[in-house]
T-cell receptor, first 113, second 110 residues
Framework: DQQVKQNSPSLSVQEGRISILNCDYT??????FLWYKKYPAEGPTFLIS?????DKNEDGRFTVFLNKSAKHLSLHIVPSQPGDSAVYFC????????????FGEGTQLTVNP | DVKVTQSSRYLVKRTGEKVFLECVQD?????MFWYRQDPGLGLRLIYF???????EKGDIPEGYSVSREKKERFSLILESASTNQTSMYLC?????????FGSGTQLSVL
């Protein structure tokens, strides 16, 4: 079963606008969430994370929001830039799993100039 | 910067061949992982290791094995390659939840 789900395979936005990528999870034991970005022919790179004790974490243009009651998190990119075009993966872990992450399917973001 | 190096960027193998994918990290991380990435399925964990000589099955270990003889090196072995193992293979290392990935090996099994 897919414990971490990204329901939108793709998203297209205009440069300068907001990009919102969504992620849902089913395992209530998850307590740490991460977003990774992947360019073609490269490995995924860490972007931003959030602990379950918080509901928001911000790093420059990137903000992650966590809604524990809805088991939902989202990544906001403001303003979006063409260089943000990549596949974004949501991932989750829980205390005893150490650094074993469960990933979503990924969302292809395209930012049009 | 952490560097995770995968020995091959592209590999083409025949059905039934034994395939070795090598991964080396230079940051003295305890944890190492092998994932495969397939369109629409995201990254799925094959095997991982928290220490030398240690290995744990991930979510899709069937048809694979691993070896970790030294802390910096983690090898993925396809005992008898099959066409459904055609995929992008990604190695990662970590000390905590933040994984550092290699560039990947695109394996094609014909």
């Amino acid at each position: 079963d897919q414990q971490v789900k990204q329901n939108s395979p793709s998203l297209s936005v205009q440069e300068g606008r907001i990009s919102i990528l969504n992620c849902d999870y089913t395992n209530s034991m998850f307590d740490y969430f991460l977003w990774y970005k992947k360019y073609p022919a490269e490995g995924p790179t860490f972007l931003i994370s959030i602990s379950s004790i918080k509901d928001k974490n911000e790093d420059g243009r990137f903000t992650v929001f966590l809604n524990k009651s809805a088991k939902h998190l989202s990544l906001h990119i403001v303003p979006s830039q063409p260089g943000d075009s990549a596949v974004y993966f949501c991932a989750a872990s829980w205390g005893t799993s150490g650094s074993r992450l469960t990933f979503g399917e990924g969302t292809q973001l395209t930012v049009n100039p | 910067d952490v560097k995770v190096t995968q020995s091959s960027r592209y590999l083409v193998k025949r059905t039934g061949e034994k395939v070795f994918l090598e991964c080396v990290q230079d940051m003295d991380h305890e944890n190492m992982f092998w994932y495969r990435q397939d369109p629409g399925l995201g990254l799925r964990l094959i095997y991982f290791s928290y220490d030398v000589k240690m290995k744990e099955k991930g979510d899709i270990p069937e048809g694979y094995s691993v070896s970790r003889e030294k802390k910096e090196r983690f090898s993925l072995i396809l005992e008898s390659a099959s066409t459904n193992q055609t995929s992008m293979y990604l190695c990662a290392s970590s000390r905590n939840e933040k994984l550092f990935f290699g560039s990947g090996t695109q394996l094609s099994v014909l």
